[in-house]
C-alpha cells in the first residue's frame, strides 16, 4: 500500500486550483470537493447532480462503512456546484467522464497527479491526498483533534494524527530542533 500525503502549503493549493480552473471546470470542482469535504474518492465520485444542486447541506452513506454522513455545503463550493450542475438532470452523476460515463477513481488520480507535477510538487500524490489535506488543514485550523477524528470516523487521536502526517510533522520539528 502507498502512503500519500497531504498538501501542506495553501500556496500549492492556490497553484493547483490556478492548474485545474485553466483545464475544466469539472477538475476544478472535482479537486475542491475533495479539499473541503473530506471524502474518500469513491464517496465523491458517488455523488449525483441532485445531492448537491440547490442544497445546503450534502448527505450521504459512506460507501466504505455504510455510516450515514451529513455536512453544510461551504461558501466557496455552493457557487461552484451552482454554475456546476445548471442544466443538468438531478439524477445525472456529479462528475462525468468524457464518455459521459460516471468518472472512476483512476482518471481522477491521473487530474490529481498531473496537476500537482504542473505546480511542481514532489511528495506522495494519489487520490487520498484530497482527504489528507482536508484534514491536516483543518486541524492547522481549529487544532481540535477530537472533531477531525469524529469527522474521519477514526478510533483514536493518534491515528487522525497520524493519517494527517501530524505525527511526521512533529518528528520532523524535533530533530531539526534537538541538537548536541
Not at 444542486?53 to 461551504?74: A, H, Q, S
Not at 498531473?114 to 492547522?140: M, P
Not at 481540535?144 to 483514536?156: E, G, P, R, T, V
Request: glycine fraction near 4%; proline fraction near 3%.
Amino acid at each position: 500500500m502507498n502512503i500519500v500525503e497531504p498538501i501542506r502549503r495553501k500556496s500549492d493549493l492556490k497553484q493547483i486550483e490556478s492548474i485545474l480552473k485553466k483545464q475544466n471546470l469539472r477538475d476544478l470542482v472535482l479537486f475542491t470537493v475533495g479539499i473541503n469535504c473530506g471524502l474518500r474518492i469513491s464517496d465523491i465520485l458517488n455523488l449525483n447532480v441532485g445531492d448537491v444542486k440547490d442544497k445546503d447541506y450534502i448527505c450521504i452513506v459512506e460507501k466504505k462503512t455504510g455510516k450515514y454522513r451529513r455536512f453544510p455545503i461551504n461558501s466557496k463550493l455552493k457557487p461552484m456546484f451552482t454554475n456546476f450542475t445548471y442544466d443538468r438532470k438531478v439524477d445525472e452523476p456529479l462528475f462525468l467522464s468524457v464518455f459521459h460515463n460516471r468518472m472512476e477513481r483512476t482518471q481522477c488520480y491521473r487530474i490529481v497527479r498531473e496537476a500537482c507535477r504542473r505546480a511542481g510538487l514532489d511528495c506522495k500524490i494519489g487520490t487520498h491526498t484530497l482527504r489528507k489535506t482536508f484534514g491536516y488543514h483543518h486541524y492547522q485550523k481549529f487544532k481540535d483533534i477530537a472533531m477531525l477524528q469524529k469527522i474521519f470516523n477514526h478510533s483514536n487521536p493518534q491515528i487522525t494524527l497520524r493519517y494527517i502526517g501530524i505525527d511526521q510533522d512533529m518528528i520532523d520539528y524535533s530533530y531539526k530542533n534537538f541538537i548536541l
